[in-house]
């Protein structure tokens, strides 16, 4: 895996759709694949806790939530620290990433050396994917669009990341997802 290239991968939610975090012109082709818009950013994957306090800032409850999550389906919208992220991944300074339960989705992280992007490899606003053979059906003919395609077979089927915006210490819950976390602005 090179920067210059777009993967589909598994991860532990659904396969993801991915390039590397920094580069604007992959990404450009990630929203055309998908039809997305391009004001909605993309979340980011990173290959363990390390990468993920390289890039953002980390406070004492991100990193208690990342400790006891991952790697797992929670996503933190955590302040970015360390400038080479392409804008379509920031909003208000801040970033939404993950270390998944995949291997498959954190060696393509650690390839590069650098988060990768990550969104659903399905046409927007339509279902998630849990088999190749569904994101070929849904991306239709953009599909040849994908460099790599790493086939897990068929993934069971999960909810969505659970989305955690993390600020200092203050907790905000986004999405409730795979993983519960019950208060929206507690320790959980």
């Not at 929670?74 to 995949?102: C, E, F, Y």
């Not at 069971?156 to 955690?164: G, P």
């Amino acid at each position: 895996f090179c920067s210059k290239m777009i993967a589909v991968y598994p991860t532990d939610t659904a396969y993801a759709i991915g390039c590397d975090a920094r580069d604007d012109r992959a990404i450009r082709k990630i929203f055309q694949i998908k039809g997305r818009e391009e004001s909605k950013t993309f979340p980011l994957i990173a290959a363990d806790i390390g990468m993920v306090q390289e890039w953002c800032e980390f406070s004492s409850k991100a990193n208690e939530l990342a400790r006891q999550y991952w790697p797992g389906p929670l996503t933190l919208i955590l302040p970015v620290k360390k400038q080479g992220l392409s804008q379509s991944v920031i909003s208000n300074g801040s970033v939404a990433i993950r270390v998944p339960d995949s291997i498959e989705a954190r060696e393509l992280s650690r390839e590069i050396g650098a988060p990768i992007v990550s969104t659903s490899a399905n046409k927007a606003a339509k279902p998630n994917c849990y088999l190749i053979s569904q994101v070929k059906d849904s991306l239709k003919h953009k599909f040849k669009m994908i460099d790599r395609v790493i086939d897990a077979g068929k993934l069971d089927k999960s909810l969505a990341s659970t989305i955690v915006k993390v600020h200092n210490n203050d907790i905000e819950i986004i999405r409730q997802g795979e993983i519960k976390i019950k208060n929206k602005h507690a320790s959980f």
